[in-house]
């Protein structure tokens, strides 16, 4: 079992739907949660962190932790098709140390008009 | 201000070869860190560098090895290079040997042939 699961889809949705992203982890250690969004022939981009549990919204973006079921969401809301992409969970522990993040296998957003 | 450049775009090689990717890291940032991402996976952690010296490592062969100059810019190196080492290498930077936010690239995409 991988530490950290994601769908790959692809999740075909119309624009203007709101979408929900998901993760799964098991490592009780990791602490610190993070989104990338990767469009075709990119690299990835740092989307939105948190260090906690509960709701932290930007804009049309929401991530959403559950470290009790150790569940992490990323929600789009009024998706436009430049959000087509693939969208990468990456969770890590925090503390003294620099702490590598590892990476779910990413999701395939498609937003169609 | 010029972001995290990677040379070269893309390359081809055959089994046995050996490759150098470069990396010139985000303006400010002294960290880089490199990833194998394969297709449809997401990014695995290679190894990272700080003050020139490798200062962690991901589960790779010693066939990976690199260098960072002192100008923070670096290397990845890969030896006697197999089939299985296609993929996007991707290179991030950060500040201050800390891994919150990366910064990365568009990658280099390595075929072997």
């Known amino acids: 079992q991988k530490e950290v699961e994601q769908d790959p889809g692809p999740l075909s949705v119309p624009e203007g739907a709101i979408v929900s992203l998901n993760c799964t982890y098991s490592n009780s250690a990791f602490q610190y949660f993070m989104w990338y969004r990767q469009y075709s022939r990119k690299g990835p981009e740092l989307l939105m962190y948190t260090y906690s549990s509960g709701n932290k919204e930007d804009g049309r973006f929401t991530a959403q932790v559950d470290k009790s079921s150790k569940y992490i969401s990323l929600f789009i809301r009024d998706s436009q098709p430049s959000d087509s992409a693939t969208y990468l969970c990456a969770m890590s522990p925090i503390g003294g140390g620099s702490y590598i993040p590892t990476f779910g296998r990413g999701t395939s957003l498609i937003v169609h008009p | 201000d010029a972001g995290v450049t990677q040379s070269p775009t893309h390359l081809i090689k055959t089994r046995g070869q050996q490759v150098t990717l470069r990396c010139s890291p985000k303006s400010g940032h002294d960290t880089v860190s490199w990833y194998q991402q394969a297709l449809g996976q997401g990014p695995q952690f290679i190894f990272q560098y700080y003050e020139e010296e490798e200062r962690q490592r991901g589960n790779f062969p010693d066939r990976f090895s690199g260098h960072q100059f002192p100008n923070y810019s670096s290397e990845l190196n890969v030896n006697a290079l197999l089939l299985g080492d296609s993929a996007l290498y991707l290179c991030?930077?950060?500040?201050?040997?800390?891994?919150?936010?990366?910064?990365f690239g568009s990658g280099t995409q390595l075929s072997v042939l």
């Open positions: 991030a930077s950060s500040p201050d040997g800390r891994n919150e936010k990366l910064f």
